[in-house]
């Protein structure tokens, strides 16, 4: 059974830094895409910042310069080190996964972690 875990969310004031970490288990075969997602109540769920196994990453545009995605293969794990935060940051944060073949497609969300941002 797959298991994605979270950790490394809290308060913070505007401008300082917070690392999200995302550990996977129960992987049999490969992880394709390792990502985050944001969710603010009453809106939808956006991408933060993704990584494939081949190295691609993708970040959305209100991120870029401030946040980096970074991925241990070998542990199945996910960061995502968030500097220079915003009030706008705000917001509850999801581990996403994407598996690769044979499983491909096949996608799983952790439980989310709470980011907050005081100005």
């Known amino acids: 059974q797959v298991r994605l875990v979270e950790s490394g969310g809290g308060l913070v004031q505007a401008g300082g830094s917070l690392r999200l970490s995302c550990a996977a288990s129960g992987i049999k075969y490969s992880i394709a895409t390792m990502g985050w997602y944001r969710q603010v109540s009453g809106s939808q769920r956006e991408l933060v910042a993704t990584k494939t196994s081949g190295g691609y990453t993708n970040y959305a545009d209100a991120v870029k310069g401030r946040f980096t995605i970074s991925r241990d293969g070998a542990k199945n794990t996910v960061y995502l080190q968030m500097n220079i935060l915003k009030p706008e940051d705000t917001a509850v944060y999801y581990c996403?996964?994407?598996?690769?073949?044979?499983?491909?497609?096949?996608?799983?969300w952790g439980q989310g972690t709470q980011v907050t941002v005081s100005s």
């Open positions: 996403n996964i994407v598996l690769g073949w044979p499983q491909s497609g096949s996608q799983y």
